[in-house]
């Protein structure tokens, strides 16, 4: 059985398809790995240093929280940004495809935040 391909059926016929642009099912890290491994440090640290210094170790896991939360924001910003730039460029020629993937990607991202 063949599948209807939309794409190829709206273009006319002595153009060559576009082959579809292939992206990776799996989500980029948001926050970059460095980043991630020196929060996850601190807070193993944190973790393992319990039993002799609670209150110490739970103000160390407080600042690995609060490093994580402002490397995320951080991050978040900036790819918003961007994402905004990729549609709000101020041409009226941008297409639809364009705008479809930049609406996919932040449903995307905010469906990860939103994940529990």
Do not use: C, K
Request: hydrophobic share 35%.
């Amino acid at each position: 059985m063949t599948m209807y391909d939309q794409t190829r059926a709206r273009q006319p016929s002595d153009q060559t398809p576009r082959r579809p642009q292939h992206h990776s099912t799996a989500p980029d890290a948001l926050l970059p790995s460095d980043e991630r491994d020196a929060v996850l440090l601190r807070l193993r640290q944190a973790i393992n240093t319990f039993a002799d210094t609670p209150r110490q170790s739970l103000e160390e896991a407080e600042g690995a929280f609060d490093d994580a939360v402002a490397h995320l924001v951080n991050t978040l910003a900036q790819r918003r940004q961007a994402l905004h730039e990729s549609w709000q460029d101020g041409d009226p020629d941008t297409q639809a495809e364009e705008l479809r993937i930049a609406l996919r990607q932040y449903r995307e991202i905010t469906q990860r935040l939103l994940r529990t």
